[in-house]
């Protein structure tokens, strides 16, 4: 079971890049790497996933280095509508039927500021 | 929009009362979670569905008994609630044969209070 490790909080203000990084040490060859991010009182939503190297999409970006053993959620140019807990998660096993089994963390707080 | 909807978003129960919690969706996911979020905590999966095929994980008390009539339903049941049950109760739903994602959709969560 491949554990991560992440901050328990962090702050930030408007127009700032927030870079989170998570420890996994553990991380299995066939792992990959997602994050997702959570408001109160709402579901986890999806923001990126990657394997290697570094992914892109409209919301971040994330960065794996060459031994995977870390990963960089980037956030650029935050917002207050972006304080929110951010999970990093790695595999945990399938499930029947496809897909992969979610085992959340303890999240970062993000809390961004005027 | 297609997405997972769960009602009621509160529910209030009395120690020992049994409640069902319901979750339907419209993204034609054959992959149906249930997760238990209690306040301040991560997300805790309880069991899963894969079409009618119930999954549960290893921790999961007996009292949790989840039913999936259909694709688009699926209900959660607690017996006999606790007040150790009070949570979040999340429904989440995936693709069937996505091996290399990661993503699940979920919906906005039912806050169960038990008194």
């Known amino acids: 079971l491949a554990k991560t490790t992440q901050p328990i909080s962090m702050d930030s203000y408007e127009g700032q890049e927030v870079n989170i990084t998570c420890s996994h040490n553990?991380?299995?060859?066939?792992?990959?790497i997602t994050w997702y991010q959570q408001f109160p009182s709402q579901g986890p939503r999806f923001i990126i996933q990657?394997?290697?190297t570094k992914v892109t999409n409209e919301v971040a970006s994330l960065f794996i280095p060459a031994d995977r053993k870390s990963s960089t959620l980037s956030l650029p140019r935050v917002s207050l509508s972006d304080t929110a807990v951010y999970y990093c998660?790695?595999?945990?096993?399938?499930?029947?039927?496809?897909?992969?089994?979610?085992?959340f963390g303890t999240g970062t707080q993000l809390k961004v500021e005027l | 929009d297609a997405m997972v909807i769960q009602n009621p978003r509160y529910q209030v129960t009395q120690f020992g009362k049994p409640v069902t919690l319901s979750c339907s969706q419209t993204l034609n996911h054959n992959v149906m979670y249930w997760y238990q979020q209690k306040s301040s905590q991560a997300p805790k999966l309880l069991f899963h569905y894969y079409d009618k095929d119930f999954n549960n994980e290893a921790d999961t008390p007996d009292n949790f008994q989840s039913r999936r009539p259909n694709t688009s339903f699926c209900f959660l049941d607690i017996r006999s609630p606790g007040l150790g049950d009070a949570a979040m109760y999340l429904c989440?739903?995936?693709?069937?044969?996505?091996?290399?994602?990661?993503?699940?959709?979920f919906g906005p969560g039912t806050r169960l209070t038990v008194t």
């Open positions: 989440a739903t995936s693709r069937a044969g996505s091996g290399s994602t990661y993503e699940q959709y």
């Open positions: 998660l790695v595999g945990d096993g399938k499930v029947t039927g496809g897909g992969n089994k979610l085992t």
């Open positions: 553990n991380i299995a060859t066939n792992d990959y």
């Open positions: 990657g394997y290697k």
